[in-house]
DNA sequence: CACCTTTATCGTAAATCGACGATGAACGAT
DNA sequence: ATCGTTCATCGTCGATTTACGATAAAGGTG
């Protein structure tokens, strides 16, 4: 039971996780990311600073914004885009304890792995 | 020049981190790394582990060790794959600062954003 | 109302991904 | 030398990604 129940936590945390680590993982995206960290841009911008099509650009944001990672408020003919400073959180808090976890664990470093 | 070589270092980081993240940007990578964090496997314990064909497994690690998270020491007819911590610490030396930036930086939750 | 701007979506094409079974190479054991 | 084990690679399949141009919708401006 409790096997089971945290094997789903588990499971469910996987996922969110990547998720939003597939999502940051195209560079254009980390592009994206960093110009929306300075200020909030509609789309247009964001198509000025990357050198990539409008269409192309649109994607991307989709995809951040599917990932949770951005918001897209529709303001007239425009969408302005912004960083969810909660959401990079939620990917921090919860990345940053599995990689420190990760980083401290190794049996092999003691010498003979897989002996 | 400043501008464009400092461009270039974050161009080379940035594909850095995206490789890394989109590697990352799986759940059953995200069980691997997990089996390995607890210790080095050969590839059939980590087939056991996981409920998906040993072809898949073994494309899943060779992601995985392309991406830098792991290495792969050949043991006789096996494989023994650990995680490479110092390759999660640069993952997390380079993306922490980044995420704190971020979550740090949104002009939006101050009321008026694209004013 | 007729324009212009902005952006999301559609359609498309090439590339990559994710999964699998089959196969062959490497190696240990009999 | 032959068998069994282990694993990487190949080929395949469908799904997804990434890029683009074209287009339509939404909403301002004249």
Same mark, same amino acid.
């Given at each position: 039971?409790?096997?089971?129940?945290?094997?789903?936590?588990?499971?469910?945390?996987?996922?969110?996780?990547?998720?939003?680590?597939?999502?940051?993982?195209?560079?254009?995206?980390?592009?994206? %990311?960093?110009? !929306?960290?300075? @200020?909030?841009?509609?789309?247009?911008?964001? +198509?000025?600073? %990357?050198?990539?099509? *409008?269409?192309? +650009?649109? *994607?991307? !944001?989709? +995809? %951040?914004?599917?990932?949770? &990672?951005?918001?897209?408020?529709?303001?007239? =003919? @425009?969408? #302005?885009?912004? !960083?969810? =400073?909660?959401?990079?959180?939620?990917?921090?808090? +919860?990345?940053?304890? %599995?990689?420190?976890? &990760?980083?401290?664990?190794?049996?092999?470093?003691?010498?003979? #792995?897989?002996?």
């Amino acid at each position: 039971m409790t096997t089971t129940a945290s094997a789903d936590v588990t499971a469910v945390r996987d996922e969110r996780i990547a998720r939003m680590a597939k999502a940051l993982g195209h560079p254009a995206r980390i592009a994206i %990311l960093r110009t !929306l960290s300075r @200020r909030s841009c509609i789309c247009g911008e964001i +198509v000025e600073v %990357l050198s990539l099509a *409008q269409s192309t +650009v649109s *994607q991307h !944001l989709k +995809v %951040l914004r599917e990932a949770g &990672w951005i918001s897209g408020v529709v303001d007239g =003919p @425009r969408t #302005c885009y912004a !960083l969810d =400073p909660e959401a990079v959180n939620d990917f921090r808090f +919860v990345l940053e304890p %599995l990689l420190e976890h &990760w980083a401290g664990a190794c049996d092999c470093s003691s010498g003979s #792995c897989c002996g």
